[in-house]
């Protein structure tokens, strides 16, 4: 298929058509989306509908904070952090902890996805929270570390020569995060095949997640949200599926049952972001398909299970922490 390259309102405006087309449309024609130019401004922009938002209080545990006590959120009971380390440096470290035995649980293994379909057909999970809505500390849970902490990720430091001489927190170069983003529990992106829709393997990684709701979650929050849509992103020659979801609890997801009920000038700020922040980072473009979103949770469900029974004997799987590796 041939790439091929538009200006930022008609990509987003292009983007946005496929990601609301019916699903019997299936696959959208390929589209490359072209490079920022070095000081474009951030898509959430004076008047917008997401409000530029303070830094995440990052120094309690969520049990503590303000947002267990928002009406929006409804937390799963039986979760808490323990954190250790300051903000902005890379020792610092959340851990999911078990509320009543105080012992140390997996964000990825330990939290049940428990996806679950209603008789109106909408569908609904668990999520656990990495990168609140507004911030900017590209933080993600550890697939290879001792029980899945959440740290802050590393960008190389190069010299003149290219060469590595350290690492230093990152940050998205883009902007802000435009939703609670995180990962799916129990859920797998699959290393060793490649992707039915995008023909790329996975990333090695839980399956990614944005809640766009109106309020925005701490960093190791777990609770429900409904499923909206999907968008399929490639990352480095990697399928690397963007699930779209509301809050359960939010007041906005009793109207919205699909990605089409999302206003128009959310989804842009959405599109634009995932078409342009990896180009920031000067790496290569990204592409998106329209697709039966409980379709990409369920095929990343089974891998997850296929992995998990022994099935990866790769490297990559290797690397991987889980619950069994707890005496190692």
């Not at 499923?227 to 599926?241: Q, R």
Request: with cysteine; aromatic share 8%; proline share 8%.
């Amino acid at each position: 298929m041939t790439a091929s390259t538009t200006s930022m309102s008609g990509m987003a405006l292009l983007l946005l058509a496929a990601l609301v087309a019916p699903t019997s449309a299936v696959r959208h024609m390929l589209q490359q989306s072209p490079s920022p130019a070095a000081n474009a401004p951030s898509p959430i922009a004076a008047g917008s509908s997401t409000p530029t938002l303070a830094p995440s209080p990052l120094s309690q545990p969520y049990s503590a904070q303000a947002f267990a006590g928002n009406g929006n959120f409804s937390f799963l009971q039986g979760y808490t952090t323990n954190i250790t380390g300051k903000p902005g440096t890379l020792d610092y470290s959340l851990q999911l902890v078990n509320a009543s035995t105080g012992s140390n649980m997996s964000a990825w293994h330990d939290v049940p996805l428990d996806l679950t379909v209603a008789a109106d057909g909408s569908v609904t999970f668990n999520t656990l929270v990495e990168i609140p809505t507004g911030e900017q500390a590209k933080y993600e849970t550890m697939s290879s570390k001792h029980g899945n902490p959440i740290k802050q990720d590393e960008l190389d430091i190069k010299d003149a020569n290219d060469n590595v001489t350290g690492q230093a927190p990152r940050y998205y170069k883009y902007g802000p995060s435009r939703g609670n983003y995180g990962g799916l529990p129990q859920t797998w992106s699959n290393s060793n095949i490649s992707d039915a829709v995008t023909g790329f393997p996975g990333d090695n990684d839980p399956l990614d997640v944005l809640d766009i709701s109106s309020t925005r979650a701490p960093i190791g929050g777990v609770y429900r949200v409904k499923l909206l849509g999907a968008l399929g992103m490639i990352d480095s020659n990697e399928s690397d599926w963007k699930v779209i979801v509301i809050n359960a609890a939010d007041p906005l997801a009793a109207t919205y049952n699909d990605i089409s009920d999302v206003p128009q000038e959310r989804l842009t700020s959405i599109l634009e972001f995932y078409a342009n922040y990896k180009q920031a980072e000067k790496k290569p473009a990204t592409c998106f398909w329209p697709v039966a979103p409980p379709n990409v949770i369920r095929r990343h469900q089974q891998d997850y299970e296929w992995w998990l029974a022994g099935n990866c004997g790769s490297k990559a799987c290797k690397d991987l922490w889980w619950p069994a590796k707890k005496s190692e």
